[in-house]
C-alpha cells in the first residue's frame, strides 16, 4: 500500500489545518490507518488512529479535543483535521497503514509508510 500524505504548511497559533491521507491502492479501506509526527530532534509519536471502517479511532492525549481523524474510503482518503494549533504541534506528519488490528499506537505496529508533510505553527 503506497501512501501521500499533504495538506502541511505554516499556520499561526489557534489556527486550523487538513491533512490527507492518500492512496491508489485498491485495498486501501480494508487497511486501519494511524497518524504519526515527529518533531525537530524527537522521536516519532502517535497522534491519531481509525479503523477501516471509520466506526472507531483513538487520539493521544495532546490531541484530544483539538484533532478529528476520519476517511471517505470511496476516495481513498483519510482526513486529519487540526483546530486550536499550537506551536508544539510543529511537525512532519506521516500516516501509516496496517491490515491487522492489534496495538495502533506505536510506529511498529504499521506495515506501510509514506511520506510526510510539515507542519509549521507559529506563535
Keep these: 500500500v503506497q501512501l501521500q500524505a499533504s495538506g502541511g504548511g505554516l499556520v499561526q497559533a489557534e489556527g486550523s489545518l487538513r491533512l490527507s491521507c492518500t492512496s491508489s491502492d485498491r485495498t486501501f479501506d480494508n487497511h486501519m490507518i494511524g497518524w504519526f509526527r515527529q518533531a525537530p530532534g524527537k522521536e516519532r509519536a502517535f497522534v491519531a488512529h481509525i479503523s477501516w471502517s471509520g466506526a472507531v479511532s483513538y487520539y493521544a492525549d495532546s490531541v484530544k479535543g483539538r484533532f478529528t481523524i476520519s476517511r471517505n474510503n470511496d476516495k481513498n482518503t483519510v482526513y486529519l483535521q487540526m483546530n486550536s ?25 504499521y506495515d506501510y509508510w509514506g511520506q510526510g508533510t510539515l507542519v509549521t505553527v507559529s506563535s
Design 85 to 109: 494549533l499550537k506551536p508544539d504541534d510543529t511537525a512532519v506528519y506521516s500516516c501509516g497503514a496496517r491490515f491487522y488490528s492489534g496495538s495502533y499506537d506505536s510506529p511498529g505496529d
